[in-house]
């Protein structure tokens, strides 16, 4: 057995002689345990809500989006005939979205109305998010719209007067003069039957509306964006790549993650600032490693010089130390990376800890493990352990020596 293990082992599991070297050497391996857990559990939390806003924001978004270089519009009959025959992709749709003002009343507000085509239901699931009224496809291409509750809200729009008709103006970009109001802007009215919910940066913003309505209204058949699911989501850059081979530089063709670039970043910088602040505090506690070790080595004095006039060299005796800091490490960080997995799967399963009062769209924290955070946390537990063991084996070991 390999000589400076063994004694580290030793070492760990016995009872020491002096009762403060027990407490310390109790606290440091509590203190790992707490640290690795919390960091563990708050990980997972983060990833809850991540993974609860991404899903929030899926249910509306395609996996790939095609847009023009070279303009606003662009003309997608040739583009739609080839994507319909390409076996990878499950729906596709035609976008049409434009700046309009809408007026319910003495009630104005300024939104994006989305025209989508017949496919866009069965992609975004558009039943699922409605909380008010119907949706439209019962109602074919009339002047028809479901809107965002925001939008509802800022035009006083509610069960009550749900089914008022809507003014919509847009501006004409074929009228040579602004002074004139009844040739500068294109004007219709629109019935809304419904209202969605989805999250603010939606609900605030979009009405929904048959494609075939607002191309009538802006007196064009292009189209703004072509949305696609895919059969395979996993396949989504590679199809991404070749569909932008094939299209060229006239056109973007964006995945899902592209779409919510800025999202992705905030959610990422804010888990990594997380992760920042509580590996400063496994640091703090890493101190308890340094403190309980050195005194554990005082403590073993006599040992060291026997080990030392018995021809052990002065590596072998640091290593021993060495090898008893990781132990404490590794047991404490593995006890704390089970006890984080325990507690975030009880709150997975039970939703112990509530949201507290107010109108949330969920009762309880989310949780979310990721494999890959466990392992970033053990293996930033190793590396913390390293110094922490590594310095007073080092330092103390030739001192203890020498005296």
């Known amino acids: 057995m390999n000589f400076p293990f063994f004694i580290a082992k030793r070492y760990l599991f016995s009872s020491k002689t002096k009762r403060a070297v027990n407490i310390i050497s109790f606290v440091s391996i509590v203190g790992v345990v707490i640290g690795t857990?919390?960091?563990?559990?708050?990980?997972?939390?983060?990833?809850?809500?991540?993974d609860l806003l991404l899903n929030m924001y899926n249910s509306f978004d395609p996996h790939i989006?095609?847009?023009?270089?070279?303009?606003?519009?662009?003309?997608?009959?040739?583009?739609?005939?080839e994507l319909k025959e390409n076996e990878d992709i499950l729906y596709c749709t035609e976008i049409l979205e434009e700046k309009v003002l809408m007026k319910n009343g003495n009630h104005e507000f300024i939104a994006s109305i989305k025209g989508v085509g017949e496919d866009f239901n069965k992609m975004t699931n558009l039943d699922s998010i409605i909380v008010e009224g119907e949706n439209f496809n019962n109602y074919g291409n009339k002047n028809v719209a479901v809107l965002g509750q925001g939008v509802a809200y800022h035009l006083s729009m509610g069960i009550g007067n749900?089914?008022?008709?809507?003014?919509?103006?847009?501006?004409?970009?074929?009228?040579?003069?602004l002074l004139n109001p009844t040739s500068a802007f294109l004007s219709t009215s629109v019935l809304p039957i419904g209202v969605f919910s989805l999250g603010a940066e939606y609900d605030s913003k979009y009405i929904i509306t048959p494609i075939n309505f607002l191309q009538d209204l802006l007196q064009k058949n292009e189209v703004s964006a072509i949305e696609i699911n895919l059969k395979d989501e996993s396949r989504m850059l590679e199809i991404q790549k070749y569909l932008q081979t094939n299209l060229g530089e006239k056109y973007k063709?964006?995945?899902?993650?592209?779409?919510?670039?800025?999202l992705h970043k905030i959610l990422n910088s804010e888990k990594l600032g997380v992760f920042i602040i509580l590996t400063f505090m496994l640091i703090i506690y890493s101190f308890n490693i340094i403190g309980s070790l050195s005194m554990l080595m005082i403590e073993?004095?006599?040992?060291?010089?026997?080990f030392w006039n018995l021809g052990a060299t002065q590596k072998k005796i640091q290593s021993?130390?060495?090898?008893?800091?990781?132990?404490?490490?590794?047991?404490?960080?593995?006890?704390?990376v089970l006890l984080g997995l325990v507690l975030a799967i009880i709150q997975m399963r039970y939703g112990i800890i509530g949201m507290?009062?107010?109108?949330?769209i969920i009762h309880s924290y989310p949780v979310s493990i990721h494999y890959v955070d466990l392992i970033w946390v053990e293996?930033?537990?190793?590396?913390?352990?390293?110094f922490a063991s590594w310095y007073p084996a080092r330092v103390l070991s030739k001192r203890l020596i020498k005296t």
């Not at 507290?356 to 949330?360: A, R, T």
């Open 162 to 177: 749900m089914f008022n008709r809507l003014r919509i103006f847009v501006p004409n970009r074929e009228s040579k003069t």
């Open 253 to 262: 063709v964006s995945n899902r993650l592209q779409q919510h670039a800025i």
């Open 379 to 386: 293996c930033t537990m190793l590396f913390i352990g390293f």
């Open 65 to 81: 989006k095609i847009t023009s270089n070279e303009g606003k519009t662009f003309n997608s009959r040739n583009i739609i005939s």
């Open 37 to 50: 857990s919390a960091l563990v559990l708050l990980l997972s939390v983060f990833n809850g809500f991540e």
């Open 300 to 306: 073993k004095t006599k040992d060291i010089k026997t």
């Open 356 to 360: 507290g009062e107010g109108n949330f």
């Open 320 to 336: 021993i130390f060495f090898i008893e800091g990781m132990l404490t490490i590794i047991i404490g960080s593995l006890l704390g």
